[in-house]
């Protein structure tokens, strides 16, 4: 069993910053892409930002020079820098990882909500 828990998100004004955090943890061997996602009410989940195991990334096109993924292999954790937030940037946002034991298997976190005001 891998558990993803998720933390940084909350109330920010339009232009202010948050930094998302995503811990795996459980039966890991390693972890492929782990990616950010987010879902705003009414509206279908989206890929924010991914990025592999050996760094590479990729965004949305709606938060490229905003946003940055990274993560640590050493803590299996993924950031998501959020900057020049947007009302727009309002969502929950949910960790994605592709973790590897024996087999490989998707897994998701919780969800952390942002709400940016304006």
């Known amino acids: 069993q891998v558990q993803l828990v998720e933390s940084g998100g909350g109330l920010v004004q339009a232009g202010g910053s948050l930094r998302l955090s995503c811990a795996a943890s459980?039966?890991?061997?390693?972890?492929?892409?782990m990616d950010w996602y987010r879902q705003a009410p009414g509206k279908q989940r989206e890929l924010v930002a991914g990025?592999?195991?050996?760094?590479?990334?990729n965004y949305a096109d709606s938060v490229k020079g905003r946003f940055t993924i990274s993560r640590d292999n050493a803590k299996n954790t993924v950031y998501l820098q959020m900057n020049s937030l947007k009302p727009e940037d309002t969502a929950v946002y949910y960790c994605?990882?592709?973790?590897?034991?024996?087999?490989?298997?998707?897994?998701w976190g919780q969800g952390t909500q942002v709400t940016v005001s304006s």
């Open positions: 990025i592999t195991s050996g760094g590479s990334t």
């Open positions: 459980g039966r890991i061997f390693s972890i492929n892409a």
């Open positions: 994605r990882a592709e973790v590897v034991f024996g087999k490989r298997a998707i897994y």
